[in-house]
């Protein structure tokens, strides 16, 4: 895999703050998060079949998932 940025700026981590992600069901946060500037390219973390989303007002805002061999979806 490999990062989807550029700059390789992590803003939280997997597992990260519990007490915010119980309200959602998750034992912390679900996920990676990274940092980027608006118009920075963002690529995908490996190849995969893209399947573009709409907003989620939920969490995720704008986002689109990936669906990797081996039954793994990136976000």
Request: hydrophobic share 35%; aromatic share 14%; proline share 7%.
């Amino acid at each position: 895999m490999q990062y989807p940025v550029s700059s390789r700026i992590i803003t939280q981590t997997f597992g990260e703050n519990p007490a915010v992600y119980a309200q959602f069901g998750f034992p912390g946060h679900n996920g990676v998060d990274f940092a980027g500037n608006l118009g920075d390219p963002i690529f995908a973390a490996e190849a995969g079949v893209l399947y573009i989303q709409k907003l989620d007002p939920q969490g995720y805002g704008l986002y689109c998932t990936i669906a990797h061999s081996g039954n793994m979806i990136s976000y």
